[in-house]
């Protein structure tokens, strides 16, 4: 004989205490497996009830998913700060950008992503700090499937770690590899104030500001960026555009507008790709990290 009904809502409401996503729709996915299979009764309800506690489960994931975890672009690129919990990704975040976060000496003090434009050469650029991930995420232990996606998403990593703890990347590493994720990476040795960085890391100190010019830098190369400035005639000031290489003078153009890319008949340039400064182009002419350019137009003005 079964257990009373009632006794048995109880003990599956014990089973489900601390349960959520994955974990709570395979516990309850269990839990129907056992009922048994009556169509009339108290039992009959009771499999209802634990049905629709698996269909909500299942919207609450997919909300999650949808509502809190996609992060919007913004900027040139995306770098993603990934590493274990309590590896200085908050408070590394927050030394580079003007966003406030909350940090503290323990694990999981980031609990969904958290995105940051910081200006580097005149470019904007997004850093999407990721909460600690786990040994077990590439199958949704820590909510890591829905993490993992937004790491899929990005241009480039910053993989960080505690200097004093640099194994606890390793895990991490196994975990974007079985999740089939292979992006430019940095590695990143936090708190160097504390620990010496290890070899073949790049060490960091939110204490210290050369520290984090030097990471600006590499960040920089990270993304694999050049910049171009974009002048009109008579006009002094230039404005920085990012472009992936190798990028034509139409690419630039392209980027205006359009219109200004159809237009285009080449452009006068001043920089490393040309032989003299104001030297006249045609549209097929790559540029380089550093060029100033004056779009030309069949109208005669760009």
């Known amino acids: 004989m079964p257990m009373p009904h009632r006794t048995y809502k109880q003990v599956i409401k014990r089973r489900l205490v601390g349960k959520e996503g994955g974990d709570r729709v395979r516990e309850l996915r269990a839990i129907l497996a056992e009922l048994p299979g009556y169509r009339n009764g108290p039992y009959a309800d009771l499999r209802k009830w634990v049905e629709s506690q698996l269909d909500s489960t299942r919207s609450r994931a997919r909300v999650l998913h949808r509502d809190s975890i996609a992060v919007r672009r913004e900027g040139a690129a995306q770098i993603a700060l990934v590493g274990p919990p309590n590896a200085g990704k908050s408070s590394l975040l927050q030394a580079l950008s003007n966003v406030q976060i909350k940090t503290g000496d323990y694990a999981f003090t980031t609990t969904r992503p958290v995105p940051a434009l910081i200006r580097i050469r005149g470019v904007l650029v997004q850093l999407v700090e990721i909460p600690g991930l786990i040994e077990g995420a590439s199958e949704d232990r820590g909510g890591g499937r829905a993490l993992l996606g937004v790491v899929r998403g990005a241009d480039a990593l910053v993989l960080c770690h505690d200097a004093a703890r640099p194994g606890e990347l390793a895990p991490i590493r196994a975990e974007l590899e079985l999740a089939g994720i292979e992006k430019p990476a940095l590695v990143v040795a936090t708190k160097v104030d504390e620990a010496p960085a290890p070899p073949d890391t790049v ?100």
């Open 203 to 302: 060490g960091v100190s939110v204490l210290d500001d050369s520290s984090l010019e030097r990471l600006r830098g590499e960040l920089w190369t990270l993304t694999g960026l050049i910049r171009v400035f974009l002048r009109k005639p008579g006009d002094a000031d230039v404005e920085p555009l990012a472009l992936h290489p190798p990028a034509t003078v139409a690419a630039v153009a392209r980027t205006i507008h359009a219109d200004v890319e159809r237009d285009c008949r080449g452009a006068r340039i001043t920089g490393p790709s040309a032989r003299f400064a104001g030297q006249r182009v045609g549209r097929d002419h790559v540029v380089a990290d550093g060029d100033t350019i004056e779009i030309l137009t069949r109208a005669g003005t760009p």
